[in-house]
T-cell receptor, first 112, second 114 residues
């Protein structure tokens, strides 16, 4: 079975641009969470979506937004990119009511 | 506020030795704890988890210990192998309205020498 997939793998943007990152959860998983991992640190929670509704939000500015589609895939959008947004963006999915979150390989975003 | 931290950022061991990675947490409301392994260029991989109503859980070559009195979590890896070399993160979940949110520590780099 396929695990969590994310696209693109790598992305280079310039300051002020916007970016859209995509995530497909494991089949049967209805919850998707997004995390930002800056080099040398642990992942930081950004959003959780379940059944297309936002169920949790971390301490990130409004430039960060997300949505979940009827097929449970998800997009993370970041507007007005800053240099500090350079990071590995991770998506994780879980079963309804499940504890374990399964992570994808991440999208490496570089902002120049 | 919530925080999860690690005592040692790096750990070097010889192949075959046992490894112990430690983690301190501060949120007494956390009900679930997980250890993840992250290899270079990959996402975190689940190793083992433990609920707050337990103090020990064993898996294949790994054991997690939870001491709620001092808010301490540890991961023990038996007979460490070169393939165990990676960054290890502990994470906690606060439960309640923060059900889906995991708070990660900074990570420990484990290096296993052949």
């Amino acid at each position: 079975d396929a695990g969590v997939t994310q696209s693109p793998t790598h992305l280079i943007k310039t300051r002020g641009q916007h970016v859209t990152l995509r995530c497909s959860p494991i089949s049967g998983h209805k919850s998707v969470s997004w995390y930002q991992q800056v080099l040398g640190q642990g992942p930081q929670f950004i959003f959780q979506y379940y059944e297309k509704e936002e169920r949790g939000r971390g301490n990130f500015p409004d430039r960060f937004s997300a949505r979940q589609f009827p097929n449970y895939s998800s997009e993370l959008n970041v507007n007005a990119l800053l240099l500090g947004d350079s990071a590995l963006y991770l998506c994780a999915s879980s079963y309804p009511g499940g504890n374990e979150q399964f992570f994808g390989p991440g999208t490496r975003l570089t902002v120049l | 506020g919530e925080s999860v931290g690690l005592h040692l950022p790096t750990l070097s061991v010889q192949e075959g030795d046992n490894s112990i990675i430690n983690c301190a947490y501060s949120n007494s409301a956390s009900d679930y704890f997980i250890w993840y392994k992250q290899e270079s260029g990959k996402g975190p991989q689940f190793i083992i988890d433990i609920r707050s109503n337990m103090d020990k859980r064993q898996g294949q070559r790994v054991t997690v210990l939870l001491n709620k009195t001092v808010k301490h979590l540890s991961l023990q890896i038996a007979a460490t192998q070169p393939g165990d070399s990676a960054v290890y993160f502990c994470a906690e979940r606060a439960g309640g309205t923060s059900y889906g949110k995991l708070t990660f520590g900074q990570g420990t780099i484990l290096t296993v020498h052949p």
